[in-house]
C-alpha cells in the first residue's frame, strides 16, 4: 500500500516536472514583445503600437567611419510613452491625404510627393489616384515636409530619432529589430539582394521589432524629426535603409543634402502623443 501510494505520488510529480519544462521551452522559443497596448488612428485606419515609457539603450559604442553614417555613443535614454505606426504610411493612405487637404501637384513651394515613374500615386485631370496593385504599397519619392505635413494631418507628428530607434530596437538595444543576428537576412526585410524592388507593407513579419513595429528595416527609407550633421552641413534625418541598401544596424542613420526632396524610396511613419492623444478603439 506504502508503495503504491508512493508510485502515484512520485508519477504526479514527474508530470507536473514534464509539463512545467513544456511550457519554459514554448515561453523561451517565442519571440518578447514588449509592447504594451494597440490601437487604431481613425483619420487613416493606420494600426498603431503603443510604446511603453522608461529608458532603453540607444547609439553604440561600435566605430564606423563611412562618411554617410553616423552613430552616436552608446547612452542610456528615457521616453515617455507614445504611440508609432506599425507599417510606413501607404500609397492609399497617402492619396487619401492630398486629396482631403485639395493639394494639387506642385502647388507648394517644396513638393511633398515627387513624380512616380512607376505610378504608385498619380495625379491625372485634378484627381490623385493609387496605380493598380499599388495600395498596400508605402508611399515613396516623399519630401520632409510631405511627410512632416501628412503626420499632422493625421493628429500626430514625424518620430524623433530616439522615438524611432526605441521603438525599432526595444529596451534592450538590440543591433536589428529582430536581435543581434544578421543570417538569412531575406527572411526578416527586403534590402539589397533580396526582392530587387518594394513590396506592400508588412511583408516581412519575421523582421518585427520587440515591440511588434514592422519594416523597420529595408523597403523604404523612413524620415525622422532629427538632424544629421556633416561638418556645417545639416539636414533632416531618415532611418532603416530601403530595398536598395545593404543591411546596417538600425542604430546608424543617413541625411539628404538635397535639401529634405526625398526623390527615391523614402517613406514615413508617424507618432501620436501618449499625454496628448489616446485613441480608445481596438483592432
Request: net charge negative.
Amino acid at each position: 500500500m506504502l508503495l503504491s501510494r508512493y508510485s502515484i505520488q512520485h508519477s504526479s510529480t514527474l508530470i507536473k516536472l514534464i509539463f512545467l519544462v513544456f511550457v519554459i521551452s514554448l515561453v523561451s522559443s517565442c519571440k518578447p514583445n514588449e509592447a504594451i497596448g494597440n490601437s487604431i488612428n481613425e483619420t487613416d485606419s493606420q494600426e498603431i503600437i503603443l510604446i511603453p515609457e522608461g529608458k532603453f539603450i540607444a547609439g553604440s559604442d561600435y566605430s564606423n567611419d563611412g562618411p554617410s553614417y553616423k552613430s552616436l555613443n552608446s547612452i542610456k535614454a528615457s521616453l515617455d510613452s507614445f504611440w508609432i505606426y506599425k507599417t510606413e504610411v501607404t500609397t492609399s493612405q497617402y492619396a487619401k491625404f492630398l486629396i482631403d487637404i485639395g493639394y494639387i501637384e506642385g502647388d507648394r513651394e517644396i513638393q511633398y510627393i515627387h513624380f512616380d515613374f512607376y505610378q504608385k500615386v498619380l495625379y491625372d485631370n485634378g484627381h490623385w489616384m493609387v496605380g493598380e496593385n499599388f495600395v498596400d504599397f508605402p508611399v515613396e519619392n516623399i519630401s520632409y515636409k510631405g511627410a512632416e505635413a501628412y503626420c499632422k494631418w493625421a493628429g500626430g507628428r514625424l518620430p524623433s530619432n530616439l522615438e524611432w530607434e526605441k521603438a525599432a530596437r526595444g529596451s534592450k538595444g538590440n543591433i536589428y529589430p529582430w536581435g543581434n543576428e544578421s543570417i538569412d537576412i531575406c527572411d526578416y526585410a527586403n534590402i539589397y539582394g533580396c526582392i530587387g524592388s518594394l513590396v506592400a507593407v508588412g511583408s516581412s513579419p519575421n523582421g518585427g521589432s520587440p515591440y511588434g513595429v514592422l519594416d523597420m528595416v529595408g523597403n523604404v527609407e523612413e524620415w525622422t524629426d532629427g538632424w544629421f550633421f556633416v561638418g556645417k552641413q545639416k539636414t533632416r534625418t531618415y532611418r532603416g535603409g530601403s530595398y536598395g541598401s545593404p543591411i546596417q544596424p538600425i542604430y546608424l542613420y543617413t541625411g539628404d543634402f538635397g535639401g529634405g526632396l526625398g526623390p527615391g524610396p523614402i517613406g514615413f511613419r508617424c507618432v501620436i502623443d501618449y499625454a496628448d492623444s489616446i485613441p480608445s478603439n481596438e483592432p
